[in-house]
């Protein structure tokens, strides 16, 4: 059974940092899609970053390319985010998700295994 947990949020300054961290068990690491997604209040959850395992390929929203930065670490069987620059319309609940297939999606519906959620607050 795939799980997925989140930590690593928090409450921080504009133009602060924070990194995010995914830990993933239950699931082999060929063929996976691994992606992190965020929901502020009253607003459709929506697609930050996401990563191939096997060759680290990456793909970024608009809104966070040059700020953010998704990756990997194969021994510990865990992914990143890693979150600079950081302004308060990133405050948000931040999702990682996994997906079996080489494409990489942006759209929640695409992934079917989902951590619970870390709250990242960013205050003016």
């Known amino acids: 059974q795939v799980q997925l947990v989140e930590s690593g949020g928090g409450s921080v300054q504009a133009g602060g940092s924070l990194r995010l961290s995914c830990a993933v068990s239950g699931i082999t690491f060929s063929n996976l899609v691994m992606a992190w997604f965020r929901q502020a209040p009253g607003k459709e959850r929506e697609f930050v970053a996401a990563?191939?395992?096997?060759?680290?390929?990456?793909n970024y929203a608009d809104s966070v390319k040059g700020r953010f930065t998704i990756s990997r670490d194969n021994a510990k069987n865990t992914m990143y985010l890693q979150s600079n620059s950081l302004k308060p319309e990133d405050t948000a609940v931040y999702y990682c998700?996994?997906?079996?297939?080489?494409?990489?999606?942006?759209?929640?519906?695409?992934?079917?295994?989902w951590g619970q959620g870390t709250q990242v607050t960013v205050s003016s």
């Open positions: 990563l191939r395992w096997s060759d680290g390929v990456t």
């Open positions: 998700a996994a997906d079996r297939r080489w494409i990489i999606g942006t759209v929640a519906a695409q992934y079917p295994s």
